[in-house]
């Protein structure tokens, strides 16, 4: 697609909830990243994926947190047993190789409430 | 590990005056540094891009940084600010040689006053 795209754009559940987030990167984009972005801060690093591989995973904050890329294209970002506390909106960015290498394309978000 | 410190979480500036926005970074290593910008209610867009091939950097909508090794810094300017400057404003470091995991500062917000 043209851009970064991310479903759903609004998701609502209730605490203890299973959550799954989809990021559709741009075609051809081998890097594809998550992040979580809180009111009135900056993009909290997640986990970003090299190709179909956690390339770095470091910034999951529990193992209620997953992602995968099984194709090196769509990613989804998995939340079980939802806290209040993880309400956010999840960014996802993809990136090209090359000299365009590190420069981040984001979607509009994905954003959590958890009730 | 890299990270970023943005001082200042609010600037305000009258329309026609000079854009100081403040970055400074730590790294280990030869970082990418980057700005990017989030109008309301977008998606954040990059402005410029630091490689180590000119330390002076010119962006979009006529924003350029300047990267300085010896101060660790990597401030964002524009001469003459505009309204449709006003948004958020993320400095971001990369560390290219361990791969491109891109730590964001908490960002700052600029005010344009009429």
């Known amino acids: 697609g043209a851009g970064v795209s991310q479903t759903p754009s609004n998701k609502v559940t209730e605490k203890g909830k299973y959550v799954e987030l989809r990021c559709d990167p741009i075609s051809g984009h081998t890097a594809l990243y998550w992040y979580r972005q809180s009111l009135g801060q900056g993009p909290e690093f997640l986990i970003y994926?090299?190709?179909?591989?956690?390339?770095?995973d470091s910034g999951l904050p529990n193992d209620r947190f997953f992602a995968v890329r099984p194709e090196g294209s769509v990613s989804t970002l998995k939340i079980q047993r939802t806290e209040r506390g993880d309400s956010a909106v999840y960014l996802c960015a993809s990136s090209a190789s090359g000299r365009a290498a590190g420069e981040l394309f984001f979607g509009e978000g994905s954003r959590l409430t958890v009730l | 590990a890299q990270s970023v410190t943005q001082l200042g979480s609010h600037v305000s500036v009258s329309e026609g005056a000079l854009v100081l926005l403040r970055c400074n970074y730590s790294s280990s290593v030869p970082p990418y540094l980057f700005w990017y910008v989030q109008y309301p209610n977008q998606g954040l867009q990059l402005l410029l891009k630091y490689t180590s091939a000119a330390t002076l950097v010119k962006g979009i909508n006529g924003f350029e940084a300047e990267f300085k090794k010896s101060e660790t810094s990597f401030h964002l300017t524009k001469p003459s600010a505009h309204m449709s400057d006003a948004a958020e404003y993320f400095c971001a470091v990369s560390d290219r040689d361990g791969g491109f995991k891109t730590i964001f500062g908490a960002g700052t917000r600029l005010f344009v006053k009429a």
């Open positions: 994926f090299q190709g179909t591989g956690a390339a770095d």
